[in-house]
Antibody, heavy 123, light 110 residues
Framework: QVQLQESGPGLVKPSQTLSLTCTVSGGSISRGDYYWSWIRQPPGKGLEWIGYIYYSGSTYYNPSLKSRVTISVDTSKNQFSLKLSSVTAADTAVYYC???????????????WGQGTLVTVSS | QSVLTQPPSASGTPGQRVTISCSGSSSNIGSKTVNWYQQHPGTAPKLLIYSNSQRPSGVPDRFSGSKSGTSASLAISGLQSEDEADYYCEAWDDSLNGVVFGGGTKLTVL
Protein backbone atom coordinates (compact mmCIF):
# COMPACT_ATOMS: atom_id res chain seq x y z
CA GLN A 1 0.00 0.00 0.00
CA VAL A 2 1.51 3.30 -1.10
CA GLN A 3 1.58 6.05 1.53
CA LEU A 4 2.36 9.71 1.00
CA GLN A 5 3.32 12.31 3.60
CA GLU A 6 3.66 16.04 3.08
CA SER A 7 6.17 18.12 5.04
CA GLY A 8 7.19 21.75 5.11
CA PRO A 9 6.54 25.11 6.78
CA GLY A 10 2.98 25.89 7.80
CA LEU A 11 3.49 29.64 7.55
CA VAL A 12 4.97 31.57 4.63
CA LYS A 13 5.31 35.33 4.26
CA PRO A 14 3.76 37.13 1.29
CA SER A 15 6.04 37.38 -1.77
CA GLN A 16 8.17 34.49 -0.51
CA THR A 17 8.39 30.95 -1.90
CA LEU A 18 6.31 28.09 -0.52
CA SER A 19 8.25 24.82 -0.39
CA LEU A 20 6.80 21.40 0.39
CA THR A 21 8.10 17.86 0.11
CA CYS A 22 6.16 14.63 -0.27
CA THR A 23 7.75 11.40 0.92
CA VAL A 24 6.49 8.21 -0.71
CA SER A 25 6.61 4.91 1.16
CA GLY A 26 5.36 1.43 0.34
CA GLY A 27 6.36 1.72 -3.30
CA SER A 28 9.00 3.17 -5.59
CA ILE A 29 8.57 6.64 -7.00
CA SER A 30 10.34 5.33 -10.10
CA ARG A 31 7.52 2.93 -10.98
CA GLY A 32 6.31 3.46 -14.49
CA ASP A 33 2.87 4.76 -15.36
CA TYR A 34 2.55 6.86 -12.22
CA TYR A 35 2.53 10.62 -11.95
CA TRP A 36 3.33 12.32 -8.65
CA SER A 37 0.98 15.19 -8.03
CA TRP A 38 0.24 18.28 -5.99
CA ILE A 39 -3.33 19.44 -5.36
CA ARG A 40 -4.53 22.24 -3.09
CA GLN A 41 -7.75 23.23 -1.37
CA PRO A 42 -8.32 26.74 0.02
CA PRO A 43 -10.28 26.77 3.29
CA GLY A 44 -13.93 26.02 2.60
CA LYS A 45 -13.38 25.71 -1.15
CA GLY A 46 -12.87 23.04 -3.78
CA LEU A 47 -9.88 21.14 -5.12
CA GLU A 48 -7.36 22.69 -7.52
CA TRP A 49 -4.76 20.66 -9.41
CA ILE A 50 -1.32 22.29 -9.25
CA GLY A 51 0.71 19.88 -11.35
CA TYR A 52 2.54 16.57 -11.46
CA ILE A 53 5.85 15.00 -12.33
CA TYR A 54 6.94 11.67 -13.79
CA TYR A 55 9.94 9.95 -12.21
CA SER A 56 11.99 10.86 -15.29
CA GLY A 57 11.44 14.54 -14.51
CA SER A 58 8.75 15.37 -17.06
CA THR A 59 6.35 17.92 -15.59
CA TYR A 60 2.79 19.06 -16.24
CA TYR A 61 1.50 22.23 -14.61
CA ASN A 62 -1.85 23.99 -14.20
CA PRO A 63 -1.67 26.79 -16.78
CA SER A 64 -3.02 29.28 -14.22
CA LEU A 65 -0.09 28.59 -11.88
CA LYS A 66 2.60 27.58 -14.34
CA SER A 67 4.64 30.79 -14.09
CA ARG A 68 5.10 30.32 -10.33
CA VAL A 69 5.31 26.53 -9.90
CA THR A 70 8.23 24.13 -9.94
CA ILE A 71 7.83 20.43 -9.16
CA SER A 72 10.93 18.28 -8.84
CA VAL A 73 11.68 14.66 -7.97
CA ASP A 74 14.46 12.97 -5.99
CA THR A 75 14.31 9.28 -6.79
CA SER A 76 17.15 8.47 -4.39
CA LYS A 77 15.02 9.70 -1.48
CA ASN A 78 11.68 8.57 -2.94
CA GLN A 79 10.46 12.15 -2.64
CA PHE A 80 9.03 14.86 -4.82
CA SER A 81 8.74 18.55 -4.05
CA LEU A 82 6.70 21.65 -4.77
CA LYS A 83 7.90 25.23 -4.96
CA LEU A 84 5.39 28.06 -5.43
CA SER A 85 6.91 31.50 -5.75
CA SER A 86 5.60 35.01 -5.05
CA VAL A 87 2.84 33.75 -2.77
CA THR A 88 -0.10 35.87 -1.63
CA ALA A 89 -2.94 35.27 0.80
CA ALA A 90 -4.83 33.60 -2.06
CA ASP A 91 -2.32 30.74 -1.89
CA THR A 92 -3.40 29.85 1.65
CA ALA A 93 -4.69 26.29 1.40
CA VAL A 94 -4.35 22.69 2.43
CA TYR A 95 -1.77 21.21 0.08
CA TYR A 96 -2.07 17.53 -0.79
CA CYS A 97 0.37 15.28 -2.56
CA UNK A 98 -1.16 12.37 -4.45
CA UNK A 99 -0.25 9.66 -6.90
CA UNK A 100 -1.94 9.48 -10.30
CA UNK A 101 -2.02 6.03 -11.75
CA UNK A 102 -4.26 3.78 -13.78
CA UNK A 103 -5.42 0.21 -14.07
CA UNK A 104 -4.69 -1.50 -17.34
CA UNK A 105 -5.88 0.74 -20.16
CA UNK A 106 -8.17 2.83 -17.97
CA UNK A 107 -7.83 6.55 -17.65
CA UNK A 108 -5.63 8.04 -14.95
CA UNK A 109 -6.94 8.87 -11.50
CA UNK A 110 -5.63 10.05 -8.12
CA UNK A 111 -5.49 6.83 -6.13
CA UNK A 112 -3.36 7.58 -3.08
CA TRP A 113 -3.36 10.85 -1.16
CA GLY A 114 -1.32 12.34 1.65
CA GLN A 115 -3.17 13.65 4.69
CA GLY A 116 -2.61 17.23 3.56
CA THR A 117 -0.79 20.13 5.18
CA LEU A 118 -2.18 23.61 5.80
CA VAL A 119 0.00 26.41 4.52
CA THR A 120 -0.94 29.91 5.59
CA VAL A 121 0.42 32.95 3.79
CA SER A 122 0.63 35.81 6.23
CA SER A 123 3.12 38.36 7.48
CA GLN B 1 -15.59 29.12 -11.54
CA SER B 2 -14.84 25.45 -12.16
CA VAL B 3 -14.46 23.93 -15.62
CA LEU B 4 -16.68 21.02 -14.53
CA THR B 5 -20.06 22.06 -13.13
CA GLN B 6 -21.62 20.33 -10.14
CA PRO B 7 -24.62 21.33 -8.03
CA PRO B 8 -23.35 22.87 -4.78
CA SER B 9 -25.60 20.74 -2.64
CA ALA B 10 -27.72 17.59 -2.62
CA SER B 11 -29.67 15.81 0.06
CA GLY B 12 -31.58 12.65 0.80
CA THR B 13 -32.97 10.55 3.61
CA PRO B 14 -31.49 7.24 4.77
CA GLY B 15 -32.23 4.45 2.30
CA GLN B 16 -32.93 6.83 -0.58
CA ARG B 17 -31.10 7.01 -3.89
CA VAL B 18 -29.43 10.28 -4.81
CA THR B 19 -27.56 11.36 -7.90
CA ILE B 20 -24.94 14.06 -8.35
CA SER B 21 -24.30 15.47 -11.81
CA CYS B 22 -21.10 16.77 -13.38
CA SER B 23 -21.32 18.76 -16.58
CA GLY B 24 -18.38 19.50 -18.84
CA SER B 25 -17.52 19.88 -22.51
CA SER B 26 -16.08 18.04 -25.47
CA SER B 27 -12.53 18.78 -24.34
CA ASN B 28 -12.92 17.01 -21.01
CA ILE B 29 -15.85 14.72 -20.15
CA GLY B 30 -16.82 14.39 -23.80
CA SER B 31 -13.51 12.76 -24.69
CA LYS B 32 -11.92 11.66 -21.41
CA THR B 33 -12.80 9.41 -18.50
CA VAL B 34 -14.32 10.82 -15.31
CA ASN B 35 -13.30 10.09 -11.75
CA TRP B 36 -15.18 10.79 -8.52
CA TYR B 37 -13.82 11.47 -5.03
CA GLN B 38 -15.45 11.55 -1.61
CA GLN B 39 -14.16 13.91 1.07
CA HIS B 40 -15.25 13.94 4.68
CA PRO B 41 -14.51 17.09 6.73
CA GLY B 42 -10.88 17.43 7.74
CA THR B 43 -9.72 14.46 5.69
CA ALA B 44 -8.09 13.90 2.32
CA PRO B 45 -10.27 13.04 -0.68
CA LYS B 46 -10.75 9.34 -1.36
CA LEU B 47 -11.12 7.77 -4.80
CA LEU B 48 -14.70 6.56 -5.20
CA ILE B 49 -15.17 5.87 -8.92
CA TYR B 50 -12.58 5.81 -11.70
CA SER B 51 -12.82 5.51 -15.45
CA ASN B 52 -16.49 6.63 -15.44
CA SER B 53 -17.96 3.62 -13.68
CA GLN B 54 -15.28 1.47 -12.04
CA ARG B 55 -15.19 1.02 -8.29
CA PRO B 56 -11.85 0.58 -6.50
CA SER B 57 -11.56 -2.35 -4.15
CA GLY B 58 -13.33 -1.62 -0.89
CA VAL B 59 -15.87 0.87 -2.25
CA PRO B 60 -19.42 -0.41 -1.62
CA ASP B 61 -21.51 -1.25 -4.67
CA ARG B 62 -24.04 1.33 -3.44
CA PHE B 63 -21.86 3.80 -5.32
CA SER B 64 -22.04 3.82 -9.12
CA GLY B 65 -20.95 6.13 -11.90
CA SER B 66 -22.03 6.76 -15.47
CA LYS B 67 -21.22 9.03 -18.36
CA SER B 68 -23.17 10.23 -21.36
CA GLY B 69 -21.87 12.77 -23.83
CA THR B 70 -20.41 15.71 -21.93
CA SER B 71 -22.02 14.85 -18.58
CA ALA B 72 -21.35 12.33 -15.86
CA SER B 73 -23.29 11.23 -12.80
CA LEU B 74 -22.57 9.65 -9.46
CA ALA B 75 -25.39 7.65 -7.92
CA ILE B 76 -25.60 6.57 -4.30
CA SER B 77 -28.28 4.04 -3.43
CA GLY B 78 -29.36 2.94 0.06
CA LEU B 79 -28.13 6.27 1.45
CA GLN B 80 -26.40 6.02 4.83
CA SER B 81 -25.43 8.68 7.36
CA GLU B 82 -21.75 8.08 6.68
CA ASP B 83 -22.28 9.12 3.05
CA GLU B 84 -22.62 12.72 4.22
CA ALA B 85 -19.57 14.30 2.63
CA ASP B 86 -18.34 16.43 -0.26
CA TYR B 87 -18.13 14.80 -3.69
CA TYR B 88 -15.90 15.95 -6.55
CA CYS B 89 -15.74 14.91 -10.20
CA GLU B 90 -12.46 15.14 -12.11
CA ALA B 91 -11.20 14.69 -15.66
CA TRP B 92 -8.35 15.64 -17.97
CA ASP B 93 -9.02 18.65 -20.21
CA ASP B 94 -7.39 18.66 -23.64
CA SER B 95 -7.91 22.40 -24.18
CA LEU B 96 -6.33 23.40 -20.88
CA ASN B 97 -3.86 20.50 -21.06
CA GLY B 98 -4.41 19.75 -17.40
CA VAL B 99 -6.56 18.12 -14.76
CA VAL B 100 -9.82 19.84 -13.88
CA PHE B 101 -12.15 19.31 -10.93
CA GLY B 102 -15.80 20.09 -10.40
CA GLY B 103 -16.61 22.64 -7.72
CA GLY B 104 -17.84 19.93 -5.40
CA THR B 105 -21.26 18.87 -4.10
CA LYS B 106 -22.05 18.80 -0.41
CA LEU B 107 -24.31 15.83 0.31
CA THR B 108 -26.50 16.04 3.39
CA VAL B 109 -28.24 12.99 4.81
CA LEU B 110 -31.41 14.27 6.44
Amino acid sequence: QVQLQESGPGLVKPSQTLSLTCTVSGGSISRGDYYWSWIRQPPGKGLEWIGYIYYSGSTYYNPSLKSRVTISVDTSKNQFSLKLSSVTAADTAVYYCASRGRTGSSGYYFDYWGQGTLVTVSS
Amino acid sequence: QSVLTQPPSASGTPGQRVTISCSGSSSNIGSKTVNWYQQHPGTAPKLLIYSNSQRPSGVPDRFSGSKSGTSASLAISGLQSEDEADYYCEAWDDSLNGVVFGGGTKLTVL
